[in-house]
Nanobody, 120 residues
Framework: QVQLVESGGGLVQAGGSLRLSCAASGSIVSINAMGWYRQAPGKQRELVARIISGGTTDYADSVKGRFTISRDNAKDTVFLQMDSLKPEDTAVYYC??????????????WGQGTQVTVSS
């Protein structure tokens, strides 16, 4: 069984920073990509950033230049450094991993979500 456990959310003033962490554990054979999505009230869940096993990264236009995603492959952990936060970044942030949990197929797994609130 695979689990993704997030940490690092909270309340911060506009212009501040937060660092999110997500550790994958369980019967993991291989991880293709890890990333972060977010969902604000009344809105659809959207991709924030992702990092593929080779190190290639992809960011939403709204966070480019402010957020940085990184990964510790040895610890199956992904990080999201969020700088210059804006009130519109307020959302529940979900960790995501595309991994093989022993079935031979890559499947998406989700964390439980962590709240990020940016006050103006």
């Amino acid at each position: 069984q695979v689990q993704l456990v997030e940490s690092g959310g909270g309340l911060v003033q506009a212009g501040g920073s937060l660092r999110l962490s997500c550790a994958a554990s369980g019967s993991i054979v291989s991880i293709n990509a890890m990333g972060w999505y977010r969902q604000a009230p009344g809105k659809q869940r959207e991709l924030v950033a992702r990092i593929i096993s080779g190190g290639t990264t992809d960011y939403a236009d709204s966070v480019k230049g402010r957020f940085t995603i990184s990964r510790d492959n040895a610890k199956d952990t992904v990080f999201l450094q969020m700088d210059s936060l804006k009130p519109e970044d307020t959302a529940v942030y979900y960790c995501n991993a595309d991994l093989d949990g022993g079935s031979g197929y890559y499947t998406f797994y989700w964390g439980q979500g962590t709240q990020v609130t940016v006050s103006s």
